[in-house]
């Protein structure tokens, strides 16, 4: 048992080590975790206002898992190699957690959610972006989204034609 607890004990000692390198290296890591959250925050928070089906935790986390891959990869000193099959990984990954999200309606036969799968594949590239430390791409990507997410929502509400009644074409005289 001392043995077990040496090893798990030591393993912790040697992480808080205040090896100025190692300390630079993990403020940077905090850093980007830090930055994919709150970025990732401002889709889910645009998503939260609609009450759609993914929020503001699974936006944050999305970012914040797809940079602490990327960010424990370059700690454990990865090459770019290495690196772009983790990204490959999650992009691929992601992929399947929208699609899950997307809902189609039987009855009605529409299909609903798919801008917020949009969004959860955008954060995730997002937190990808913080997590390698590309911070300008992260956040103008970041407002570039949003923009889509939030204003093309107004502009398409200030311009949509009138709906259609079912089973009537639509007259644009109406």
Known sequence: ???????IA???YDEL???PASLAL???????????ATLGAAFGWE?????KAAGLRTHM???MGSAVAVVAGFEAGMNSGDLSRIVQGL???IGFLGGGVILKHTETNDIRNITTAAGIWMTAAIGIMAGLGRTWTAVIATLLGFAVLY??????????????HRGEPHDSSD
């Open 17 to 19: 080590a205040v090896d």
């Open 91 to 93: 992009v691929a990954g």
């Open 1 to 7: 048992m001392s043995e077990w607890w040496d090893a």
């Open 151 to 164: 204003v093309m929502r107004r502009l398409e509400q200030r311009f949509r034609p009138p709906p259609k």
């Open 47 to 51: 998503r939260e206002l609609h009450h």
């Open 10 to 12: 030591g393993g912790l």
């Open 26 to 36: 993990g403020v940077r890591g905090v850093f980007r975790l830090v930055l994919a």
């Open 61 to 63: 986390l999305v970012a």
